[in-house]
């Protein structure tokens, strides 16, 4: 039975927008992911909250250049599939379907997201048979 990988600690809401900037913009360096998050934060907030990712194994440090540079431990992919899953067990008790019914119910849904959203409950029967 293959070993499943450990989970990485739940990303807070701050971390996340730090995540967030390192995965659009690439590895970073403090500087760079301070001015994409603008005024709101300060300089050396980023830079301790990076220093506490790392500590966490959210994000790696390259520390080969002169200022250091942080890349995201995970893919965004990866990060929202384990934060979903995490949450679906927690609130819905494991039932995917229970999360979409209350999410669709819930929230408008423009046009274009319902068309995705088709696609991808075909896409599901189609793999189910």
């Known amino acids: 039975m293959p070993k499943k990988k450990p989970a990485l600690p739940r990303p807070t809401d701050t971390e996340l927008r730090l995540l967030n900037v390192l995965w659009h913009h690439g590895p970073s360096t403090v500087r760079e992911v301070w001015t ?25 440090r390259d520390e080969q250049a002169t200022s250091h540079v942080y890349a995201a431990a995970l893919s965004e992919t990866e990060t929202q599939t384990d934060l979903v899953g995490g949450f679906i067990d927690r609130v819905f008790g494991g039932s995917a379907s229970r999360l979409v019914l209350h ?18 409950l075909d896409q599901a029967e189609h793999d189910g048979k």
Do not use: C, F, W
Request: charged share 25%.
């Open 103 to 120: 999410a669709l119910g819930s929230k408008s849904v423009s046009p274009k997201e319902l068309k995705a959203i088709r696609e991808l």
């Open 36 to 60: 994409h998050l603008g005024s709101d934060v300060g300089y050396t907030t980023v830079l301790k909250l990076l220093q506490i990712m790392r500590e966490k194994g959210l994000v790696l």
